[in-house]
């Protein structure tokens, strides 16, 4: 007997989490980038590795490409490859941060030749998603300024909507922008898209196919950031998700790896305002995997959020909602927290392998040959990573 009703477990069963192809290259801190046997070289094994996470959770249908980092010839092709090991070509996201143009800005830049040359990096992702058939452009911008005096901050509003808007004017009927905020880095006094305000003044003004990103790395300290998604829900403006977990900064560890409760009560709101498995939010990972292995790293990470997803469901909405209505803090409180100190992982288990999945996908992967076999096979050439 599951601890699950029918309509939880169909809630789980079409739970869908995009995982970002920068995930499966080499990462690291400023101080050092540590290399794994095995990491892709191009796109085309970066979804292959993607495709592993898929295989042992169905889970993880989809994979989020980056734009210049996964360019390739024929984006046909690549999609043709990614759909034939089960999974289907993402959001694509841009990328304004790497060139020696971009050192005071790219869509913000006082320069219109700057800003020309960022405009028509969008205009080109959105060329691709034609190709990919993906529906999202995800911009997060790196732009902002190190010292009190430097910039002039509204004049960077002002020209960050006039880059927006004709971005914006591209996009085909399907598709969408998703503005992603940050309160600092690689910025450190002011950031052009600091909070989800700043994102939410942006996107409104451009209209009913922008949206806001939440990043659940990108807030201070101690900031509620289920707040954050109930308001973003409410005003039909969450557009996406990007996972990771930090202790101290962004630190895109594995979700929930920090505080797990935090990632329950963030889910327990998108449940609550209606965004569970509502197309309309797109749940992304955006992790980087610096110490461990990756292809487990993902998996790890989408068992976590499929496993708080599912004592969130468990949350009694009835008696809460009584408790609440009657003033019983110590009852209401109670509710919320019988929900998320429930051990779901024995149900999860058994329920996967009803549908075919192993129980432990992690252990299942171990068991496998995958990593052993991409080690000894993908010898040579430049490992993917980020800025690769
Ligand atoms: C940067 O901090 C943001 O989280 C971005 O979403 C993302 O990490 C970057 O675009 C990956 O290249
Ligand atoms: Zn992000
Ligand atoms: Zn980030």
């Not at 295989?55 to 169905?58: G, M, Q």
């Given at each position: 007997m599951s601890i699950f009703s029918a309509d939880q477990l169909a809630q789980l069963e079409q739970q869908a989490i995009e995982l970002p192809s920068w995930a499966f290259g080499n990462s690291g801190t400023r101080f050092k980038v540590f290399a794994t046997a095995g990491t892709p070289r191009d796109p085309y094994e970066k979804i292959a590795d993607a495709a592993q996470v898929q295989?042992?959770?169905?889970l993880a249908p989809t994979v989020a490409l980056h734009i210049p980092w996964d360019k390739v010839d024929s984006y046909d092709?690549?999609?043709e490859?990614?759909?034939g090991?089960?999974?289907q070509l993402g959001t694509i996201n841009s990328n304004t941060f790497q060139d020696d143009d971009y050192k005071f800005g790219a869509l913000t830049?006082?320069?219109a030749g700057v800003r020309r040359k960022a405009i028509d990096h969008h205009l080109e992702c959105i060329d691709i998603m034609h190709a990919t058939g993906s529906r999202d452009l995800k911009?997060?911008?790196a732009e902002g300024s190190n010292y009190p005096g430097q910039a002039d901050l509204r004049g960077r509003q002002d020209r960050l909507h006039s880059s927006l808007a004709e971005i914006y004017a591209r996009l085909g009927d399907e598709q969408r922008l998703v503005l992603e905020y940050k309160f600092f880095e690689p910025a450190f006094y002011h950031t052009d898209v600091p909070d989800w305000g700043t994102s939410y003044a942006q996107v409104a003004a451009l209209g009913d196919k922008a949206m806001v990103c939440l990043d659940t790395g990108h807030h201070a300290p101690g900031t509620?950031?289920?707040f954050i998604v109930m308001q973003l829900l409410r005003l039909g403006k969450l557009g996406s998700f990007d996972f990771n977990s930090r202790f101290y900064a962004d630190d895109d560890l594995i979700v929930?790896?920090?505080?797990p409760f935090q990632l329950f009560r963030i889910i327990y709101e998108v449940i609550r305002g209606g965004g569970l498995n509502n197309p309309d939010v797109a749940f992304m990972l955006d992790q980087c995997h610096n110490v461990e292995d990756k292809v487990p790293g993902q998996i790890r990470s989408v068992l976590n959020v499929q496993e708080m997803t599912a004592r969130a469901l468990l949350v009694d909405a009835e008696a809460l909602a009584a408790a609440q209505r009657s003033g019983d803090v110590l009852e209401a409180n109670r509710v919320f927290m019988d929900a998320f100190y429930t051990d779901v992982r024995p149900a999860l288990a058994e329920w996967r392998e009803s549908r075919g999945l192993p129980a432990d996908p992690m252990k299942a992967f171990a068991e496998s040959s995958y990593l052993a076999q991409i080690a000894a096979d993908r010898v040579g050439g430049v490992q993917a990573g980020w800025g690769a």
């Open positions: 295989k042992f959770t169905a092709d690549l999609r490859h990614a759909e090991l089960g999974v830049h006082e320069d911009i997060w911008l509620n950031i289920e929930g790896a920090a505080d």
